[in-house]
Every structure is written in C-alpha cells, then in structure tokens.
C-alpha cells in the first residue's frame, strides 16, 4: 500500500525556512522551522476555521514579522494546504504502519481504527479541520476527501469486502463505519468543550484512558458488523 498523494493547488513553492534556533524568535527572525509554523497554524486553523483565522495572528503566536508568511507562502489559502498536507501525511502514515505485515483482515481493520483514535486523541487539530470544512463544499474538503479520508475509506473497504465474502461481516456501507468511528468515537477528542461538559475531561487528557476507550468503541462498532455466524466464531 502506497501513500496517498497530495492534489494542493499549483502555485510555485515557498521559499525554504531556516532552521530554528533556541529561544524565541525576533519580531523580525526569520529563524522558525517549517514544521513549528505548520503546526501552530493547524491549531489556529482547527480554532478558528479557515474564515476566521489569521496570518497576522498566526505570526504574532510564531513570534515573527507580519510579513514574514506572507513572503513564504504568498497566501492564506497556500499556508492551509501546506499546514494539512503536514497533518494528515502523518495520519496516513499511520494508517499504513497499522496494517502493516497483518495477515488477518479483522486484526488489521480493528488496529487502524484504533491507531486513528490514538492520534485523533494526541493530535486533536486534525478532526477539528475535518469538522470546521466538512460543513460546507469547496476546494478545502475536496482536498481533504480526495487525498486522505479516501483513500483511507478505500483501504477500509478492501479489508471489509473480504471480511464480507468470507462470511465475517454483513454488507454494510463502509464510509457509515468510517464516520461512526470517525465523528462518533472521536468526537470525544475533538469536540473538546461538549466532552467536558458531559463529565469526560479525565478520559480525555489520559492517553492510556484513550486507548482503551478506542479499543472498546473499535469493538463494539465491529460486533455491530458481524454476521451470526461470525459472532458465533469469535
């Protein structure tokens, strides 16, 4: 299995960011890593949306000049493909080293799920995008479905197509398991404030708390799945 292939917009290439030094930048550095501006600016995305995040607030938490972006990226739109194209290169990596050298269909369907609540759970700005962009149509969630949700929906579909004529699992839309696990399970990482008031916050910041609520979630959505005669033979 390869790694999905990113589509962002042709536009010509930032230039290159010097490595970060220690300490915290000068208003007028240009001193930040890629990977730190790429992360704070998930964050800022995942808070406030594409609409209401800022360039000008996203250098003022780096630290740096005003223009400083701007000058690398050239725009908005382009610092957002390149801050998701670094988050969810990571999660598909993910995906993969999870199925990875599994021979056993159900095994490796149940560790992916489970591997992407783990990281939903460490790195919560990644469903909170997919939250912020999948209420509305646009290059933004095109971009997301068709570099990463699916091509992870078509590897899930694969595993529960065998699943299925094997006699383990009952034919069932795939994407439906995708968003039960997706936006039910981990609405308790990324829905953040609405989990706490529903007294989950210790489950939240606990990742060993995480983990086994994922695998509990995971097991219940699969025994769901399941024919008779499956459920029989487990």
Known sequence: ?????????????????????RGRPSRGSTA???????????ELFAEQGYD???VRELCRRLGVSHNLLHQR?????????????HGFHGLAEEFIDAALG?????????????????VAAREPALLQIINQEATR???????IVDAYLGPAVV???EICARLVAG????PLPVPAIYVLVTHGAGGVVSLGPLADRLGLAPLRRDPEAVHEFAETIVDVVIAGCRTRLGRAES
């Open 102 to 118: 599994i021979d056993d269909d159900l095994v490796a369907l149940r560790r992916v799920m489970v591997r992407f609540l783990d």
């Open 137 to 143: 149509a646009g290059p933004r969630l095109d971009h």
């Open 167 to 170: 006699g383990v699992f009952r």
């Open 32 to 42: 930040v890593d890629e990977p730190s501006v790429l992360e704070a600016a998930l």
């Open 1 to 21: 299995m390869t790694s999905p292939t990113t589509t962002a917009p042709a536009t010509t290439a930032p230039a290159a960011i010097a490595p970060r030094r």
């Open 52 to 54: 209401g995040a800022s």
């Open 155 to 157: 590897m899930m579909e």
């Open 73 to 85: 990226y050239g725009s908005k739109e382009r610092l957002w493909f390149a801050a998701v194209d």
